[in-house]
């Protein structure tokens, strides 16, 4: 994209291999570019040297404090000369959490009335697992940012969102473009151009038997079938009608994805795809894999008939516009990535547990709970350890000292207590005397990593060494004992 002089740019990325790619390309385009980096060495980012861009660029480090990016604008009126160029700022997203709300406005706006009077445009390229957050703080600051744009990964491929850009041919505003990744460069993908085969459909209601709880069909544009995959054969010919599906039990999940995936993949935006649940089965984790795979409604067990038939009426005419990834089972990997449950060893635990918070595909602050639990005195830890019984996949418990850590994947802070009594055999309030809850991403990886210090290793855990006897000690004579008398046959009563 251009970027005007005298300007500063912002974009974010989930990922850091992203944003890497990002800022390689865009150094790879330039004629001078002066590169800053904060939190990594500046010279890992043109390890091997990007293809193309100026033959030397001057590299500088910015510590990760806030009295840092306070003097920001002053170290760069003492490095960089008037040429024009741009400025390259690398930085996580967590550097700008040092700030407040308030300060970052200033800094923004410090950084402006610096740009004004000189070449330069400084383009900010931030990423990280609290981007949203930045994303969020970043919208008011359109006053002092002249371009704010982020970059999400979409399974096979990626999805760049201009919220605004202003350069001398005008401004772009709300702009969504598909991007795909070719030998480490990001490059737009054409718009698929799909032409339903019919047009006609689009008051047909296609629906599995039980989803009308027994009633026969309510018009002539209703079609019942016996089961999900008879009417999912049927709605392989459907362009633009409406698709119910039934769920009666949690094993349904895998194979109610792949059809509603292929569907959606083939059959194109048009369908409309509601998924009713019957019985008690759905989790938090199966809706979102159910939505990431194309469904435009899911109406739970408590809705009434009534209830259901207006969600039926409130999806007409919409249109299904998500991207839905081609490879179902790594997106089916990336929605639920623990395929574990019941009890870790301490290092497999953490490991696991790093593993899915850092998953970008997942939502900010909404992976699970990590919950410390401290038996009562009258039970040891590894008693209370056999009455934990985990049953869902993700569900991971772990023994440290005197308390037991379960992560509860997917699991919401009100849905604790509910998780707890079909974990536990017994009433947890009367197994354990407290306990301790992180829902938050930045809490769970921080705790965790306190957990990995405590892991044993063969260095941490080895005896201290015991220095061998000097030979004058082991030559030195040992004191004698020395004799007692002792008087046979004495009577010791008196």
């Not at 350890?385 to 037991?404: A, E, H, I, Q």
Request: with cysteine; net charge neutral.
């Amino acid at each position: 994209m251009l970027m005007q002089p005298s300007g500063c740019y912002w974009l974010t990325a989930n990922r850091q291999e992203d944003a890497r790619c990002l800022a390689r390309q865009c150094i790879a385009a330039q004629h001078t570019v002066t590169l800053i980096a904060s939190g990594l060495a500046p010279d890992t980012l043109l390890s091997p040297a990007p293809v193309g861009g100026p033959a030397a660029i001057p590299l500088f480090s910015l510590p990760e404090t806030r009295r840092a990016l306070h003097a920001f604008t002053d170290d760069l009126a003492r490095v960089l000369s008037e040429k024009p160029r741009l400025v390259l700022f690398f930085a996580p997203a967590s550097l700008w959490e040092k700030l407040s709300q308030d300060e970052l406005r200033l800094w923004t706006k410090k950084i402006q009335h610096f740009l004004n009077a000189k070449p330069i445009t400084l383009l900010i390229i931030s990423f990280g697992s609290v981007i949203n957050a930045l994303r969020t703080r970043l919208q008011s600051l359109y006053r002092h940012v002249d371009g704010l744009a982020q970059l999400d990964w979409q399974q096979d491929c990626w999805d760049y969102r201009i919220n605004w850009w202003a350069n001398s041919g005008g401004m772009l505003a709300d702009r969504a473009l598909r991007l795909d990744l070719n030998m480490d460069h990001f490059r737009l993908l054409e718009a698929e151009q799909s032409t339903p085969l019919t047009l006609n459909d689009e008051a047909l209601y296609l629906a599995e038997k039980t989803v009308l709880e027994g009633a026969p069909p309510l018009s002539s544009q209703w079609t019942l079938f016996d089961s999900n995959a008879e009417l999912h054969n049927r709605a392989q010919q459907a362009s633009a009608a409406t698709v119910i599906f039934s769920l009666q039990h949690n094993d349904q999940i895998p194979a109610l994805a792949e059809q509603i995936h292929s569907l959606r993949r083939t059959r194109g935006s048009g369908l409309k795809i509601v998924v009713r649940e019957m019985r008690a089965s759905l989790r938090y984790s199966d809706e979102r894999l159910l939505l990431a795979c194309g469904v435009n409604s899911i109406v739970p067990i408590n809705a009434t008939m009534s209830r259901f038939l207006t969600m039926l009426e409130g999806i007409q005419g919409q249109s299904y516009n998500r991207h839905v990834p081609g490879d179902l089972s790594a997106l089916m990997k990336s929605m639920q990535p623990l395929q574990a449950r019941g009890y870790l060893p301490l290092a497999d635990f953490c490991q696991s547990v790093t593993l899915l918070v850092n998953n970008t595909l997942l939502p900010e602050n909404g992976k699970g709970l990590l919950v410390a639990l401290r038996p009562v005195p009258e039970l040891k830890p590894e008693q209370a350890l056999t009455l934990c019984k985990p049953r869902r996949y993700g569900d991971l418990v772990t023994l440290l000292d005197d308390r037991l850590y379960l992560f509860l994947s997917s699991c919401r802070f009100s849905d604790l207590n509910t998780a707890l009594k079909f974990i536990f055999h017994l009433p947890h309030d009367e197994i354990f005397t407290n306990r301790l809850v992180w829902h938050e991403d930045l809490q769970i990886l921080s705790e965790v990593r306190q957990l990995t210090s405590k892991v044993p290793t063969a260095w941490r855990d080895a005896p201290a060494p015991v220095a061998a006897p000097s030979a004058s000690a082991a030559t030195a004579p040992q004191a004698r004992r020395q004799p007692h008398n002792i008087t046979l046959g004495q009577d010791t009563t008196t």
